[in-house]
């Protein structure tokens, strides 16, 4: 069975991470992804959900390892997605987690975020 034979049975969701995460595939997978959603003739709108979802997977994965100490904040790149539109998704995920965050000074994120994204 061949990676596109395989791509066929797998949900959008999947075959859109596929593409997200491409540094983390072989080059041919993510090219039977990106065929397998045109051999759909899959709506714009559906896939750009499916994108948000996965960089939203990402950033609170990302968020969850942040180190205030360690780390600078740094905005994820997106196949699907322009720059701006992963911003917004990134100070939507950015607000959740700071309110989950009970040890944080709250005034003092608002400028590191001002300052990461400018």
């Known amino acids: 069975m061949t990676i596109a034979d395989r ?3 797998k949900p959008l969701l999947f075959l ?5 995460h491409a540094p983390d595939f072989q080059p041919e997978a993510v090219e039977a992804a990106k065929r397998e959603i045109q051999s759909r003739k899959v709506d714009r709108a559906d896939i750009l959900k499916a994108a948000r979802q996965v960089i939203t997977e990402d950033i ?3 968020l969850d390892s942040f180190s205030v100490v360690n780390d600078k904040l740094k905005l994820p790149k ?3 997605l322009n720059e ?4 917004l998704v990134f100070q939507t995920c950015f607000v ?11 005034d003092s994120w608002l ?6 994204f400018g």
């Open 7 to 9: 791509y066929k049975q």
């Open 16 to 20: 859109v991470k596929v593409i997200e």
């Open 60 to 62: 609170d994965a990302y």
């Open 78 to 80: 997106s196949f699907f």
């Open 84 to 87: 701006e539109e992963v911003k």
């Open 96 to 106: 959740r987690w700071k309110e989950e965050s009970d040890d944080m000074i709250p």
């Open 111 to 116: 400028y590191v975020l001002g300052a990461g």
